[in-house]
């Protein structure tokens, strides 16, 4: 049995900073995991894991996937979903203009 991604929401934060998104995915329609970021890195957008600051001041991922396959199947969900949203702003800011 293997988890199935059933919902992936993105907002768009800021398209000037290094976070572009933030991204909600719900698993099997029965559980959430908030505050996955979509951060520009040196190699192009990656997913960021939901984490907390440590007492050494370093964060922590606080969950997580174990396999390789899982992050790339929750990474290619949220930037697609990312995509799709950018792809509405550019629409709304061409009506708005």
């Known amino acids: 049995m ?16 290094k976070m ?4 909600s995915v719900t698993f099997d329609d ?14 192009g957008l ?4 939901p984490s907390k600051r440590i007492p050494s001041g370093d964060f922590r991922d606080i ?8 992050r790339n199947m929750l990474q290619d969900a949220i930037l697609s979903e990312y995509e799709i949203e950018l792809e509405k702003q550019q629409e709304e800011d061409l009506v708005t203009s």
Do not use: L, W, Y
């Not at 293997?2 to 900073?17: E, F, G, L, P």
């Not at 572009?20 to 991204?23: D, E, H, P, R």
């Not at 559980?31 to 970021?37: A, G, I, L, P, S």
């Open 63 to 70: 969950a997580h996937p174990i396999h390789m396959d899982m």
């Open 30 to 43: 029965s559980f959430v995991v908030h505050d996955m970021k979509v951060i520009e890195g040196e190699k």
């Open 2 to 17: 293997s988890m199935q991604i059933t919902n992936v929401r993105v907002c768009v934060v800021n398209k000037d900073s």
């Open 20 to 23: 572009k998104a933030v991204a």
């Open 46 to 49: 990656f997913v960021a894991m």
